[in-house]
């Protein structure tokens, strides 16, 4: 996949069929688009996500505290797994705030030889956001492109969105949200030096990552978890394993530590610092809480991998559970 950012003066020079909008989570509801884009494919159009660098919201009513579900890097990556072959990561400029609506079909149609369109029956564009599926519409005569508008996705009632699942994560309900995903919520980073409490005083050896600070995460707790590790570049999957993990600010331990993903991979003893690991969360364990002591906390922490082992059966590699 083409990954282009940083710049609105890109282009595409084969006709593709394209897909707007923020893609905050990929939930089930975004899986439409996506498999409308793979039929697409099959047809000789090359696939175009287009979404922007930052939520619009973050410009329009700022100060915006949301919290993203999946970042940019993440999203790059899945997008990447679903086979897309163009990922273009507009910057929300001042100039591209302002452009009209029609305008805006123009600029995208012209840069990226668009034959097709695909977006969500809300999806909204534009100055003070007046275009939406009817404009795309009226407007496909003029360009000769092709639309699908996809109906949002519904559950229980309530569709299917970004905010729907931010709830459900927020108030601890990890499996109903993982259900609307689709998949399991991950935290997906690089591998950090922690302060080696884990392994060095504990005796149970993690690795550490810092989440982006725009990445929501789950309350803090231990979860049982399952990890996927890349090779030196990033790219190249060389296992999955289980292991349990621990969200927050490890209260036992003095000082004051920033929020922080932890996770002890069963029967996995290498070094893979500076290397690129997905986290996925499958269940919550218990509660982050403060011990009386780091004897305390071993104590639990062991019967935490314990629990792991039972349901992971030792741990071996989980390559093609994924």
Request: net charge neutral.
């Amino acid at each position: 996949m083409e990954y282009i950012r940083h710049t609105t003066d890109f282009e595409v020079s084969e006709d593709t069929a394209v897909s707007l909008g923020k893609f905050d989570g990929i939930h089930r509801g975004h899986k439409r688009l996506l498999e409308y884009l793979k039929e697409k494919k099959k047809k000789g159009l090359k696939t175009v996500i287009f979404t922007f660098d930052i939520p619009p919201k973050w410009r329009l009513n700022a100060p915006y505290e949301g919290k993203l579900l999946t970042t940019n890097e993440e999203k790059a990556q899945v997008f990447a797994e679903h086979g897309i072959d163009y990922l273009i990561e507009c910057p929300f400029t001042p100039e591209i705030m302002q452009m009209e609506a029609e305008g805006f079909v123009e600029f995208l149609v012209r840069r990226l030889h668009v034959k097709s369109f695909a977006v969500g029956a809300d999806f909204r564009f534009g100055h003070n956001r007046r275009g939406d599926g009817r404009l795309l519409k009226e407007m496909s005569g003029q360009f000769g492109y092709g639309l699908e508008v996809v109906d949002k996705l519904r559950e229980d009632g309530k569709e299917i969105s970004s905010t729907y699942i931010r709830g459900e994560l927020l108030a601890g309900r990890l499996a109903k949200a993982n259900g609307l995903l689709g998949y399991p919520y991950f935290v997906q980073g690089t591998v950090v030096h922690g302060k080696e409490i884990g392994g060095a005083v504990l005796g149970i050896p993690t690795v550490n990552l810092v989440p982006q600070e725009e990445k929501l995460l789950p309350p803090f707790g231990v979860y049982l978890t399952r990890t996927a590790v890349y090779g030196d570049l990033g790219k190249t999957l060389e296992g999955v394993y289980g292991g349990i993990t621990n969200v927050g600010r490890k209260p036992t331990v003095s000082g004051q530590n920033p929020v922080g993903v932890e996770t002890h991979l069963l029967e996995f003893n290498q070094q893979i610092y500076g290397r690129k690991i997905r986290v996925e969360f499958l269940k919550m364990v218990r509660q982050e809480k403060r011990f009386g002591s780091l004897d305390e906390l071993k104590g639990q922490m062991q019967r935490d991998v314990g629990y792991a082992r039972e349901v992971w059966g030792g741990g071996n590699d989980l390559s093609n559970t994924l």
